[in-house]
């Protein structure tokens, strides 16, 4: 197997390692999840991956257990490997953490104190395009997480950007429903990118009490309205708080 250069300062190269059969099949199926192509509660076809993949079955259990450790992947003796499932009592406290969240990051970030912090928010918005332009949607739910972790980022406080961190993966699960819902009533990558840019210019006039509204219309609305039926309750205290969000 061949090793490739990388340059480093001072004009010398650091040998650095080809990723392995097993961390491209991982990296395959992680698009895959997060991409929207396997939703939560999928059984992953251990056949239909070995032969999209063109790999065997040694290398794909291997990449599966590495998606597992993730978090991305649950394995189980009776059905095999699935994606994570979601009940809707995990939807409901993935999407009243986030809100708190974000909240608290525009009650202390906004009016934006300093402009490198907006730039990182640019930045991220641009690479959104870039993932639009290629339709690539993993790249777009990454670069949509990366979006509003900026965000949170503007309040300057590392503690609360660690804890909104922490829920990337379980997050890009949702957004995987969310997309779908999306395709549904026919937004496009485009559109989502525009959104993006609309709250971000929201965020520049600095008033929080406007980010705050924007926010509230940005995404959930869509997403609670069309999560599946067939999603599995989880408590009652869930159900209850999605009547009252699609009741608003």
């Known amino acids: 197997m061949a090793v490739t250069g990388e340059e480093r300062p001072g004009g010398g190269h650091r040998i650095v390692k080809p990723p ?3 961390e491209l099949a991982a990296a395959s199926v992680r698009r895959m999840i997060l991409g929207g192509t396997l939703l939560p509660g999928d059984r992953v076809i251990e056949n239909r991956l070995t032969e999209e993949l063109g790999i065997s079955r040694p290398p794909l259990r291997e990449a599966l257990r590495m998606l597992e450790h993730e978090g991305l992947i649950r394995q189980s003796p009776h059905r095999g ?8 009592h995990d939807v409901y406290e993935i999407v009243t953490f986030r809100r708190e969240l974000e909240r608290m990051a525009v009650t202390l970030g ?6 490198s ?5 640019w930045e991220a918005v641009r690479r959104m395009e870039q993932a639009a332009d290629r339709r690539d949607e993993a ?3 990454e670069t949509n997480f990366d979006f509003h972790l900026a965000v949170v980022g503007l309040a300057g406080h590392q503690r609360l950007e660690t804890a909104y961190r922490s829920l990337q993966l379980q997050m890009q699960l949702c957004m995987a429903f969310n997309r779908n819902a999306r395709a549904q009533r026919r937004e496009s990558a485009g559109a989502n990118v525009l959104r993006h840019r609309r709250l971000l210019r929201v965020i520049e006039n600095g008033d929080p009490d406007e980010v705050l509204a924007e926010l509230e219309q940005h995404g959930d609305r869509t997403f609670l309205d069309d999560l599946p039926d067939t999603l599995d309750p989880g408590s009652a205290q869930a159900q ?3 009547e009252a969000e699609r009741a608003r």
């Open 20 to 22: 392995s059969m097993v």
């Open 81 to 88: 490997a699935v994606v994570t499932p979601l009940t809707l």
């Open 110 to 115: 906004i009016p934006v104190v300093e402009e």
């Open 117 to 121: 912090r907006l730039d990182r928010c």
């Open 139 to 141: 790249a777009l739910s």
């Open 240 to 242: 209850r708080w999605l």
